[in-house]
C-alpha cells in the first residue's frame, strides 16, 4: 500500500481539536493559556499553550481510537525504512535507555563503545548491565576518539561470548562515523543485536551524500534526537527497530516502564512535522545545508590560525570510516588558546553560541535551518576572534592524557559504585579510589570518569587542568572538582 507523506496526523489531530473547540476539563491546567501568567504568556507565547494537550483524551479519544500516534509513527518508519518506530518526548536519553534495557537483562553483558554518551551510562547504572568496554579508535594527534572498529567488537565477543550485544555511537557529535555494515555483520553472526546510538544523525536517511544510516547498515534498533540534527523540539527523539532479533512489544513495554506517562503533544507534533518536512523535501534541503557547510568550510579555512576539520583529518585506517560535514569543527591550535576561552569571547562579544567546545576545538553545527546570513554571521565572527586572539593568550594549558592513560580500571559495576556508601575525598587525595559518581566534561557529554573505575593521577590531572582553563563538568557532587566522590573506604 502507498504511504502518503504528506500526511501529518499529530498535527491534523491537534487542528481538529481547536477547530471543534474542544472544551477540557482535564490536565493541562492552563486550560488553553487562559489560566497561565500573563508574563509566561508574553514570553512565550500562546502558541504553545494552545498546543499543549492531552495525548490520550485530548489529542485522541481515551481510548486512542484514532490511532494518531501510531499512524505518525508507521509514517516515520517508513520514511527512514525501519519495520517500527517509536516516539520519546523524554529524549534519546530515554530512548537508548530503553533499547539497553530490552537487549540485556540486569547482571547480563553488553558490548559499548567507551566513547558513550553519559545517557548510556545512566542506563548502566539504572539497569545494573555488565559493560564490557570496547576501546573507542584513538587519533593521537588530534586528541580525539572515533567510533571502535569492528575488529574491536569481534575481539570483545570472542573474549565475553555471553555478551547480549552490542552498543556503538556513530556519528560523534564531530561528525566522525563507524563502519556500521561491518559491526552490525559481527552482532549477527551471532545472532546478537545492534543498538546504535545515532542521536547526532536523524537526518542522515534523507541524503546519499551523508554518512551510512544505521537502518540501511544493518542495525537492529537504533536511537535518534529529532531536535538535534532535525527541526523539532528539544526532547523529541524516536527510536526504530528492525528484524527479529527483538520483539517490538519488549521494547515498546520497557519504553513505557522508562517514559512518562504525561508526553508532550508539542514534541509529539515536531517529530510528525519533521518527518513530513525531510520525506517530502529533505533531499533538497539537504543538499542546500551541504553545498553551505562547504562554503563556509572553505571559508573559515582561508582564515589565518583556523583549520576546519574534515574527512581527511578523521577518516582512515585507525580511524573514522565515514564524514559528515555539517558539524564544522574549527581546531584552534595555531592561535594557541584554547576552544573554552574563544567559545566564551564569540558569546560575549558576537553572541554566537558554539556547540563543543573542548581544549582545542569550537564546532559550529549547520542544519538546513542554516542560509547565508547566518553564515555570514559566523564567519565575520571568527574573523574578529582571529584578530583579538592575543588577547586570549595565553590560555591555561589542558593537560590532556594519552590515550593509553585514559582508559580506567573498572573495579565493579557502575551500579554498585553509584549506589554504595560515598565519601568526598580532596582531589589530590583521589588517585587509586574508586569513583562513585560520573565526571563527565560537557558539551559532548562523554564521561572521563564512570561510577566504578578506579582513578588515576593522568585523568585526575586532565580534568583539574580542564576545569581551570574553562571546561564545565556539571555532573560532579563538586563542580569545582577541589573533592570527588569515591566509594567509601569499606566498600572500594
Known sequence: MAVDHRQAPVLEALARYHETDELAFTPPGHKQARGADPEVRRVLGDAVFFGDVLAIGGLDDRRMRGSVLQRAERLMADAVHADHTFFSTCGSSLSVKAAM?????????????????????SGLILCGIEPVWVEPQWDPVRHLAHPPSAEAFEKAFQEHPDARGALVTSPTPYGAAGDLRAIAEVCHRRS????????????????????SWAMDAGADICVTSIHKMGSGLEQGSVFHLQGDLIDPADLASRADLLGTTSPSVLLYAGVDGWRRQMALHGTALLSK????????????????????????????????VEFDPLPVVIDLQALDTTGYRAADWLREHHHLDMHVVD???????LTHADDASTTRALLDALADLVRHAPELRPAPRVAVPEPGELRLEQACLPRDAFFSRTEDVALDAAEGRVAAEMLTPYPPGIPAVLPGERLTRPV???LRTGIDAGMNVPDAADRRLQTVRVMAGDDA
Open 101 to 121: 534495557l530490552t537487549v540485556a537483562s540486569p547482571h547480563e553483558k553488553l558490548l559499548v563503545g567507551r566513547d558513550a554518551h553519559k545517557s548510556v551510562v
Open 192 to 211: 546478537r543485536p545492534l543498538v546504535v546510538d545515532e542521536a547526532w544523525g536523524a537526518h542522515l536517511p534523507f541524503h546519499h551524500d551523508l554518512p
Open 289 to 320: 545545508a551541504l553545498d553551505l557547510a562547504a562554503e563556509v568550510r572553505a571559508a573559515i579555512e582561508r582564515v589565518d590560525g583556523l583549520h576546519v576539520n574534515d574527512e581527511r583529518d578523521f577518516c582512515g585506517p585507525g580511524l573514522a
Open 359 to 365: 581544549h582545542r576545538r569550537i564546532s559550529a553545527q
Open 460 to 462: 585526575l590531572r586532565y
